[in-house]
């Protein structure tokens, strides 16, 4: 317990902790509460037609790993904005930063009568090496990153998302909303237009994400559950259509996948 008291700790007075009271300066404008504006999920509209029940891991699990995956793309949004020296990109990341720390899904954790930080402890090391081997050594490369891997996680996290009843529900209405990185695109797309060594140098960091996010989708079900020919049946269609997705993302900024 002593130990489990000073893990909390330490994530509480982490860098994360830190940043999280800092987001309202970067993003939160004097509002009467913030509405969810759905975008259209046609790329993962085959993905939350599977009945992933078999498969689907215990529901704090499931809130545990989607909320941390947020914390950290927030964390790493946030952390653009400080190495990004342009005012008007550092805008656009605010706002992505913002709807990344809007989806944490920490209020409805708390509702659920669970500590949020309690839930998200047990997935810690393993994405936060997800993230150090995503992490690029160019900050447009870390911004591909995001759009990539969140993009996916997303999709498969919603997919998941329907195995869970009305907290299901209320998850894939928070994972659906807008998530404000449509200016990343605009970013890179621009990036690549400067300079054409910038398209090859990409599309083959956009192509090495998919294999480490892939694993991190199939680490999300059910822990020890050895994926048979039946669940690898049942699951295909998912990869396939986060696959699908991804090479539309790349597509948009005339990357190959």
Same mark, same amino acid.
């Given at each position: 317990?002593?130990?489990?008291?000073?893990?909390?700790?330490?994530?509480?007075?982490?860098?994360?902790?830190?940043?999280?009271?800092?987001?309202?300066?970067?993003?939160?404008?004097?509002?009467?509460?913030?509405?969810?504006?759905?975008?259209?999920?046609?790329?993962?509209?085959?993905?939350?037609?599977?009945?992933?029940?078999?498969?689907?891991?215990?529901?704090?699990?499931?809130?545990?790993?989607?909320?941390? =995956?947020? !914390?950290?793309?927030? @964390?790493? %949004?946030?952390?653009?904005? $400080?190495? &990004?020296?342009?005012?008007?990109?550092? #805008?656009?990341?605010?706002?992505?930063?913002?709807?990344?720390?809007?989806?944490?899904?920490?209020?409805?954790?708390?509702?659920?009568?669970?500590?949020?930080?309690? =839930?998200? !402890?047990?997935?810690? @090391?393993? %994405?936060?090496?997800?993230? $150090?081997? &995503?992490?690029?050594?160019?900050?447009? #490369?870390?911004?591909?990153?995001?759009?990539?891997?969140?993009?996916?996680?997303?999709?498969?996290?919603?997919?998941?998302?329907?195995?869970?009843?009305?907290?299901?529900?209320?998850?894939?209405?928070?994972?659906?909303?807008?998530?404000?990185?449509?200016?990343?695109?605009?970013?890179?797309?621009?990036?690549?237009?400067?300079?054409?060594?910038?398209?090859?140098?990409?599309?083959?960091?956009?192509?090495?994400?998919?294999?480490?996010?892939?694993?991190?989708?199939?680490?999300?079900?059910?822990?020890?559950?050895?994926?048979?020919?039946?669940?690898?049946?049942?699951?295909?269609?998912?990869?396939?259509?986060?696959?699908?997705?991804?090479?539309?993302?790349?597509?948009?900024?005339?990357?190959?996948?």
């Amino acid at each position: 317990a002593s130990e489990r008291a000073a893990d909390q700790d330490k994530l509480d007075a982490s860098p994360r902790s830190r940043l999280s009271r800092m987001v309202k300066w970067f993003w939160q404008r004097p509002q009467a509460g913030r509405s969810f504006a759905l975008k259209s999920r046609d790329a993962a509209s085959n993905a939350t037609k599977i009945d992933f029940a078999e498969l689907a891991p215990g529901i704090d699990t499931f809130l545990g790993q989607a909320a941390y =995956l947020q !914390l950290g793309y927030f @964390e790493t %949004l946030s952390q653009l904005i $400080t190495s &990004t020296p342009e005012l008007a990109q550092k #805008e656009s990341l605010s706002r992505a930063a913002g709807s990344a720390y809007i989806k944490h899904l920490v209020a409805l954790i708390r509702e659920r009568g669970d500590e949020p930080t309690a =839930l998200m !402890l047990p997935f810690r @090391e393993q %994405l936060d090496a997800f993230r $150090t081997a &995503t992490h690029g050594r160019r900050t447009e #490369e870390t911004m591909l990153t995001v759009h990539i891997t969140a993009g996916m996680l997303d999709d498969f996290y919603l997919a998941l998302a329907h195995s869970y009843g009305d907290t299901g529900r209320r998850v894939a209405r928070i994972l659906q909303a807008d998530d404000d990185r449509d200016a990343i695109v605009t970013i890179l797309t621009a990036k690549i237009e400067s300079d054409p060594e910038w398209r090859s140098l990409l599309g083959l960091w956009g192509r090495r994400l998919v294999g480490d996010t892939l694993l991190v989708a199939r680490a999300a079900l059910r822990s020890g559950h050895a994926l048979d020919r039946e669940d690898e049946e049942l699951v295909e269609p998912v990869f396939t259509g986060l696959m699908a997705a991804h090479a539309r993302r790349m597509d948009a900024m005339g990357l190959a996948a």
